[in-house]
């Protein structure tokens, strides 16, 4: 069975940092590509960023690029958010999805954790 | 980057077909992905590739996909299925591949 759960979530001032840690299991990690989805309170989707199985490719939403950082584990079947510079619109239900095939479907998706940026 | 539209809310009688769409320009030539999610939930894939459905999904969702407009179906609409409706493409020729429509919140009346 395939599982995705996440990590890391909390409160945190603005302008602080925060990793969010995402454990898959039930398939071969390596093999995917993934991604982070964000839903801030009330509102919709948001893709946040992408990697390649091999970690080579990466792509980052304007409103994170050049704060947040992405990253993967292959050997801990672990894919990570490295949160930097927080802000308020920061402030969402943080999902990891895998990413399927060319047409970048996300099959399965995390139960999500929650980070609030607030003082 | 590329633009999702769709319409904020459906309501739809129970047992009544629901239609929800998603613009975007030539989205036709783009395969669409739609993700029901319920409150409190993550998102579940119900239809891929403008008209697969995964397993365990009921037929009663489909999908179509031409133009400049695609289209989730729902048949004999359940109250269930009262949740929000994501559309969702890769654009592969961008570096912002991924982007989700802005969401349909669809109400079984």
């Known amino acids: 069975e395939v599982q995705l759960v996440e990590s890391g979530g909390g409160l945190v001032q603005p302008g602080g940092s925060l990793r969010l840690s995402c454990a898959a299991s039930?398939?071969?990690?390596?093999?995917?590509?993934m991604n982070w989805v964000r839903q801030a309170p009330g509102k919709g989707l948001e893709w946040v960023s992408y990697?390649?199985?091999?970690?080579?490719?990466?792509y980052y939403a304007d409103s994170v690029k050049g704060r947040f950082t992405i990253s993967r584990d292959n050997a801990k079947n672990s894919l990570y958010l490295q949160m930097n510079s927080l802000r308020a619109e920061d402030t969402a239900v943080y999902y990891c999805?895998?990413?399927?095939?060319?047409?970048?479907?996300?099959?399965?998706w995390g139960q999500g954790t929650l980070v609030t940026v607030s003082s | 980057s590329y633009v999702l539209t769709q319409p904020p809310s459906v309501s739809v009688a129970p047992g009544q077909t629901a239609r929800i769409t998603c613009g975007g320009n030539?989205?036709?030539?783009?395969?669409v992905h739609w993700y029901q999610q319920k409150p409190g939930q993550a998102p579940v894939l119900v239809v891929y590739?403008?008209?697969d459905r995964p397993s365990g999904i009921p037929e009663r969702f489909s999908g179509s996909n031409s133009g400049n407009t695609a289209t989730l179906t729902i048949s004999r609409v359940e109250a269930g299925d009262e949740a929000d409706y994501y559309c969702?493409?890769?654009?592969?020729?961008?570096?912002?591949?991924?982007?989700f429509g802005g969401g349909t919140k669809l109400t079984v009346l």
């Open positions: 999805a895998r990413h399927k095939g060319g047409s970048g479907l996300n099959d399965y």
């Open positions: 039930g398939f071969t990690f390596s093999s995917y590509e």
């Open positions: 990697i390649s199985s091999s970690g080579s490719t990466i």
């Open positions: 030539n989205i036709g030539s783009k395969s």
């Open positions: 590739d403008d008209s």
């Open positions: 969702q493409v890769w654009d592969s020729s961008s570096d912002h591949p991924k982007v």
